[in-house]
């Protein structure tokens, strides 16, 4: 059993930066995790994720503007968002999946655990 709890969302200014992380409880290191982030009247999406062996996967609309990373260490995942837009605005959700691949998934119902999610709102 993996539960997650996410930190470090907030209202950050058009340009600004955020840094989220996703704590786990369980064993996690085999584990692919996810973000995903749900915009207010808009479906769920992908947004980045990065696999048990660290490869990463991001949407197109972050590339080059966020970073996930992972600790297995202190059994967490980072996202690291830089020149952040209006449109980011959404609350962000981590997902887990046990996966002994590369790969990470963009549909979320392969997720067996999420977190709570938390909120991040930027302003123009």
């Known amino acids: 059993q993996v539960h997650l709890v996410e930190s470090g969302g907030g209202l950050v200014q058009s340009g600004g930066s955020l840094r989220l992380s996703c704590a786990a409880s369980g064993f996690y290191s085999s584990y692919a995790v996810a973000w995903f982030r749900q915009a207010p009247g808009k479906e769920r999406e992908f947004v980045v994720g990065?696999?048990?062996?660290?490869?990463?996967y991001y949407t197109d609309s972050v590339k080059g503007r966020f970073t996930i990373s992972r600790d297995n260490s202190k059994n967490t995942v980072y996202l690291q968002m830089s020149s952040l837009k209006p449109e980011d605005t959404a609350d962000y959700y981590c997902?887990?999946?046990?996966?002994?691949?590369?790969?990470?998934?963009?549909?979320?119902?392969?997720?067996?655990?999420w977190g709570q999610g938390t909120q991040v709102t930027v302003s123009s």
């Open positions: 997902a887990a999946a046990f996966s002994s691949s590369d790969d990470v998934a963009e549909f979320g119902g392969e997720y067996d655990y």
């Open positions: 990065i696999s048990g062996t660290g490869s990463t």
